[in-house]
Every structure is written in structure tokens, then in C-alpha cells.
């Protein structure tokens, strides 16, 4: 197991990855309540495992991370600013959302910002879905990518984790 390995400090996946060709994004919804009428945005989408938040040292501000025992393909985590544009002035975990094709999310978790496409983006409203739950969704034209965040240097380990994907 990769995250058995001397040096290694948290291991997840993802299906995009940041600062690179093959992002996506999709249109979302919530529905109207007593309180407001429907609201729609767009955000990128990227699936990931759990601790893809902390592997790529993104914070988690609200809520939780994603657990294998308690998720599904229909939880999500979104960054702040989806947070402010879809659920301005409520508390967004345990809210719900649905995708194009109607599918529901709920939220448990809220991401701080961090740059998707390139560096010097404005912020964008990103959702995440959980990998694990649903690997076969992956939002991806390249594969799922393996996240190895190291104590040190990490070619100390890089002919570990090659033997390990190999083995894969």
C-alpha cells in the first residue's frame, strides 16, 4: 500500500489536474425554497479521493473531508466560491444541488479557492465529487492521476511507487 511507504505523508487521486489541459465544467442548480427562487451556476468538476484536500494542501474550511464508509457519488465538496454564488448567506453543508442530467449532491464539505485552469485565473466555482464512490464517472480525457505528498525528496521513494503502479 502506497501510503505504507517510508516518506509518505498522504496519498488520493483526481481526475483533473490543476493548471493543465482537460479541465471541465457543467451547469448546476438548486432548487427554490420559501427563501429564494432557483439559482444557477457553472463549475468546474474535478473527481478525487479522500485526501485529495490534504495531499494537495488545499484547507478545508467548512464540513469534511470524503470517507469511503459514509459517501457516495452523490456527495460533493465545493469551494468557496460556489459556496457564495449558489448558497450566499446560508450555511452550504448539507445543502443540495442537481447537475445537467438532474442528478443531486449534497454538500459536506467547503474548499478555500485555489487555481484550476492557470495562475493568473479570476476565482471560479469548483465542485468536487468523490472518486471512490464512482470511478467509473470520472471527469477526465487523461486517466486518474495518483497524488504522493513526500516527507523530503521524493525520488527517495519514486522506485517504490513505480513497482507499486506497476503492480496495478
Known amino acids: ?12 487521486y483526481m481526475s483533473v489536474v490543476p493548471l493543465s489541459i482537460g479541465t471541465a465544467d457543467y451547469d448546476f442548480e438548486i432548487p427554490a425554497t420559501k427563501d ?5 451556476s457553472n463549475a468546474n468538476v474535478n473527481s478525487v479521493g479522500a485526501r485529495y ?15 469511503a464508509q459514509t459517501d457516495d457519488e452523490h456527495s460533493a465538496i465545493i469551494n468557496e466560491a460556489m459556496a457564495g454564488d449558489m448558497f450566499a448567506g446560508q450555511d452550504p453543508i448539507g445543502q443540495t444541488f442537481t447537475d445537467e442530467k438532474k442528478a443531486k449532491f449534497t454538500v459536506i464539505g467547503v474548499a478555500r479557492n485555489s487555481k484550476l485552469r492557470t495562475i493568473g485565473e479570476q476565482t471560479v ?43 496495478l
Open 36 to 40: 429564494h427562487g432557483a439559482k444557477k
Open 1 to 12: 500500500k502506497t501510503e505504507a511507504l517510508p516518506g509518505v505523508r498522504s496519498v488520493s
Open 53 to 67: 484536500f490534504e495531499t494537495m494542501s488545499i484547507p478545508l474550511l467548512r464540513g469534511r473531508d470524503f470517507n
Open 125 to 167: 466555482n469548483c465542485a468536487y465529487f468523490f472518486l471512490n464512490a464512482a470511478p467509473q464517472k470520472a471527469i477526465s480525457f487523461f486517466g486518474i492521476t495518483i497524488l504522493v505528498k513526500t516527507y523530503g525528496d521524493p525520488e527517495r521513494i519514486s522506485k517504490a511507487l513505480r513497482e507499486q503502479i506497476a503492480m
